[in-house]
Nanobody
Framework: QVQLVESGGGLVQAGGSLRLSCVAA????????MGWFRQAPGKEREFVAA????????DWRDSVQGRFSISRDNAKNTVYLQMNSLQPADTAVYYC????????????WGQGTQVTVSS
């Protein structure tokens, strides 16, 4: 079993920053890495960013590249998503997942954390 717990969401004005954290527990070995997806109201869940276990390879959604950064602390089994220059279009529930490929999620998801960006 795998448990994923996100934190760090909140309400921020456009141009502001937030840092999301996700702690993984349980059978986390055998996966490509960890990643973040988001889902806005009325829209499908979409890929945001991913990082492999070594931290040497990252993948990004085009609209967030240059504004968001992803990192990991393997000793803490934690992945972070630093979000800068936030825009109202970034408003969504953000979910952490184990990745089976560079942009392909597993079936394990956290409960999600709400990010709201006001204009």
């Amino acid at each position: 079993q795998v448990q994923l717990v996100e934190s760090g969401g909140g309400l921020v004005q456009a141009g502001g920053s937030l840092r999301l954290s996700c702690v993984a527990a349980g059978r986390t070995w055998g996966y490509y890495g960890m990643g973040w997806f988001r889902q806005a109201p009325g829209k499908e869940r979409e890929f945001v960013a991913a990082i492999d276990w070594s931290g040497g390879s990252t993948d990004w959604r085009d609209s967030v590249q240059g504004r968001f950064s992803i990192s990991r602390d393997n000793a803490k089994n934690t992945v972070y998503l630093q979000m800068n220059s936030l825009q109202p279009a970034d408003t969504a529930v953000y979910y952490c997942t184990l990745m089976v490929g560079r942009t392909l999620p597993s079936n394990y998801w956290g409960q999600g954390t709400q990010v709201t960006v006001s204009s």
